[in-house]
Every structure is written in structure tokens, then in C-alpha cells.
């Protein structure tokens, strides 16, 4: 089965440059997440796309922005990169209208990419 | 504001064993769903397991069970006959009434089986 593809796995960037994180979400899938999870850290909630409309937004720095394109792909981008900002960063997607695994609509399973682990020196 | 509590930073059981890994939760909603996710040390976020809170039996799915105790605002994972490959980190996590809700991690729990 097809699953969330996340591109770059590993990238490495110096302070202040920039950093684009792509997500491509299982077909179907009309939402789309971004957490950032630093070392020893639980993953943390940065914002969310539903139909290509932003639906939520978390502790997202102003540094960053995020949109969905019509093909429901996703774009994190991160400017002036902070040695903090080192972290894995994960893209989820689930299916609103199509809720699958069969656990019926309400539960909203988040399939979660591998993850884009970035460094920045 | 949900918050979910994982008391466990670590454990270590002996493989064949079975294991309950603790969380609890907060939340003012009377609609809400409860999933435990595993992290292997590879890094990928693997689900679980789902509880909606309407939801009267606990949840199964293979080795798998969540001990819901709604009355004590509790989500146990309960694996039975542990396997090596079941060292990772998990975490209990939950989303709150709306269904575009995100969800919300606890601090997670290192299980380490030994052989």
C-alpha cells in the first residue's frame, strides 16, 4: 500500500540558510500534518492543511511557512535557520472523507512519512 | 486544553513477557479518539492502535490491546508475548472532538525487551 512519502530524508544547512521539506500524502488523503520532533523529544503539532486551506496552526515559528498545492502535496519552508531547528520533521496525512482502516469515521488515523531528519550547523 | 501523561520513561521486560505501558489523559471534550504509536530507533512513527471514547470494548489489534478506562481517564497498551523486535519508544497520543483535529503526543515511553 501506498504510504507518506517525505523528501529529503536527511539535509544539512548552515544557520540562517533556508530549508524546503516536501510531503507527498497517500492517495486520497485530503489532510495533511507537520510536527517537528526534536532529540528526546515528543513530536509537536507546526500546522495543518485540509482541502489545501490551512486548518490549524501550532507552535510554527514565523520563520516557517507551509501550503498544500492542488495535487495535495505538501511544502514546508524554513528561513534563517537556528541551530534549534534541528530536528526530524514529520508529515502525516489522514482522509476526512474517506476514513480508512476501517475504524469508522471518527477516528482519523494520522499515517505519519518517514521523516526529513535536518541539521543545521 | 487536552495533556496526556506518560509516567514511564523507560522499562525494560524480559522477552515472551507481556508489557503495559501507562497514559492518562486530560480533556474537556466528550468526543475524542486515544492512539499509541510505536518509534522504532530507525525513527519512523508506526500506528498502533485506536480507542474512540464511545467506543465500549477496548481496542485489539493483534498483540495489541488498549485497556480504556474512561471513568479513570486511562489508555494502557498492553502487548502480550513481547518480541525483541518490540524495543522502540512509544506514545499515547489523542485527538480531541473536532475530526480535523491534530493530535496530541504524550512524552512517550522507551521499551527495551531483553532477551
Known amino acids: 500500500a501506498a504510504g507518506v512519502i517525505q523528501s529529503p530524508r536527511h539535509l544539512i544547512k548552515e544557520k540562517r540558510e533556508t530549508a524546503t521539506l516536501k510531503c507527498y500524502p497517500i492517495?486520497?488523503?485530503?489532510?495533511v500534518y507537520w510536527y517537528q520532533q526534536g532529540p528526546g523529544q515528543d513530536p509537536q503539532f507546526l500546522i495543518s492543511?485540509?482541502?489545501?486551506?490551512?486548518?490549524d496552526k501550532g507552535s510554527i515559528p514565523d520563520r516557517f511557512s507551509a501550503q498544500q498545492f492542488s495535487d495535495y502535496h505538501s511544502e514546508l519552508n524554513m528561513s534563517s535557520l537556528e541551530l534549534g531547528d534541528s530536528a526530524l520533521y514529520f508529515c502525516?496525512?489522514?482522509?476526512?472523507?474517506?476514513?480508512?482502516?476501517?475504524?469508522?469515521?471518527?477516528?482519523?488515523?494520522?499515517?505519519f512519512g518517514a521523516g526529513s531528519r535536518l541539521t543545521v550547523l | 486544553a487536552q495533556k496526556i501523561t506518560q509516567t514511564q520513561p523507560g522499562m525494560f521486560v524480559q522477552e515472551k513477557e507481556a508489557v503495559t505501558l501507562d497514559c492518562t489523559y486530560d480533556?474537556?471534550?466528550?468526543?475524542?479518539?486515544l492512539f499509541w504509536y510505536k518509534q522504532p530507533s530507525s525513527g519512523e512513527m508506526i500506528f498502533l492502535i485506536y480507542?474512540?471514547?464511545?467506543?465500549?470494548q477496548n481496542a485489539t489489534e493483534g498483540r495489541y490491546s488498549l485497556n480504556f478506562q474512561k471513568a479513570r481517564k486511562s489508555a494502557n497498551l498492553v502487548i502480550s508475548a513481547s518480541q525483541l523486535g518490540d524495543s522502540a519508544m512509544y506514545f499515547c497520543?489523542?485527538?480531541?472532538?473536532?475530526?480535523?483535529?491534530?493530535?496530541?503526543f504524550g512524552k512517550g515511553t522507551r521499551l527495551h525487551i531483553l532477551p
Open positions: 480507542q474512540g471514547s464511545y467506543d465500549e
Open positions: 480533556t474537556s471534550d466528550q468526543s475524542y479518539g
Open positions: 492517495p486520497r488523503h485530503d489532510t
Open positions: 492543511f485540509y482541502e489545501k486551506m490551512q486548518s
Open positions: 502525516a496525512s489522514s482522509s476526512l472523507s474517506y476514513p480508512d482502516r476501517g475504524y469508522g469515521s471518527g477516528a482519523n488515523v494520522l499515517t
Open positions: 497520543a489523542m485527538r480531541g472532538g473536532d475530526r480535523d483535529d491534530k493530535i496530541i
